[in-house]
């Protein structure tokens, strides 16, 4: 994810980076051109085009057009923030069960204490690379009784380490190490772990319907190329120009809702899953010092 200043409104405005909607639509808008310069050149210098049309069409549609990019654009950015709240749950209750294994094992465990961290920790890494469907073994430690090796042949990462985590804490109430009352305690974040990695993929596999996607271009594009159309005769050569900016704030806000709708990627502007997952590992070190 991007760092930036909200307030430098001038880096703001002229820095583009090679994911800019800009560079992106640089192919379309270029094609765009072409196709505006070849009709003001037929209508303005060569009085070929006879159809004179208004803007009234255009103009309602336009408005049909930016109500479906706000409705697309909102429901990208519930997603995107939806993965922000899961992600930001994880921290909090890897760090809160950390704080009760700390407090429910005697000061000679550490131990089963550092088991634990390793666990909690690898658990975050494990389902930020799951959700980009990946595997990276070196951001790992290495657990006694789980090793990275078993990991790497699981279909399911934070299944695996999930599960170890049960094990271990189902073992501290066989050695009468902890009571069974602690255990339902430690319960809570257990499940959380598992019902965050099932949102998570809920949000990772379910992308906007075909249908509706496609339609957004699809009505887009019909909207662009005979725009010049209904703008030739009033504006001459400055259809050109006027075209193409409306097509870059159309498109753009189509090409960020695409980028947002899938927030565990590693775009610019994609959740900073890393950082989250380093933050972690840091605080769980903190707590069992």
Not at 247 to 261: R, T, V
Request: some cysteine; overall charge neutral; charged content about 25%.
């Amino acid at each position: 994810m991007k760092a930036y200043n909200p307030k430098d409104w001038f880096s703001l405005i002229f820095n583009f980076h090679k994911s800019d909607t800009f560079r992106l639509l640089m192919p379309a808008m270029g094609g765009l051109t072409i196709l505006s310069s070849v009709l003001c050149y037929l209508d303005v210098e060569m009085n070929v085009i006879t159809f004179r049309s208004t803007t009234v069409m255009h103009s309602l549609l336009g408005f049909v057009i930016s109500l479906l990019l706000v409705f697309r654009t909102n429901t990208a950015y519930d997603r995107w923030w939806e993965g922000r709240k899961l992600w930001g749950d994880l921290v909090n209750n890897s760090r809160n069960l950390m704080l009760k294994i700390n407090a429910f094992l005697p000061d000679d465990q550490k131990g089963l204490k550092n088991n634990f961290r390793i666990l909690i920790s690898n658990y975050a890494f494990a389902l930020k690379d799951h959700l980009r469907g990946g595997f990276k073994e070196d951001e790992l430690e290495e657990h006694p009784n789980l090793r990275i090796i078993d990991l790497k042949q699981s279909n399911h990462t934070p299944n695996k380490i999930a599960l170890q985590l049960y094990i271990e804490a189902e073992s501290l109430v066989k050695q009468k190490i902890i009571s069974e009352e602690k255990l339902i305690v430690l319960n809570e974040e257990l499940r959380s772990f598992t019902n965050i990695v099932g949102a998570c993929e809920r949000i990772k596999k379910t992308p906007i319907p075909y249908s509706y996607s496609s339609f957004i271009k699809r009505i887009i594009f019909l909207y662009i190329i005979t725009l010049p159309l209904g703008l030739i005769h009033d504006l001459k050569w400055a259809t050109i120009p006027i075209v193409l900016f409306v097509f870059y704030a159309f498109g753009s806000l189509e090409l960020l809702a695409e980028e947002i709708e899938d927030p565990f990627g590693r775009e610019r502007n994609d959740l900073p899953t890393d950082e989250l997952a380093n933050t972690i590992r840091k605080n769980l070190k903190e707590i069992i010092g």
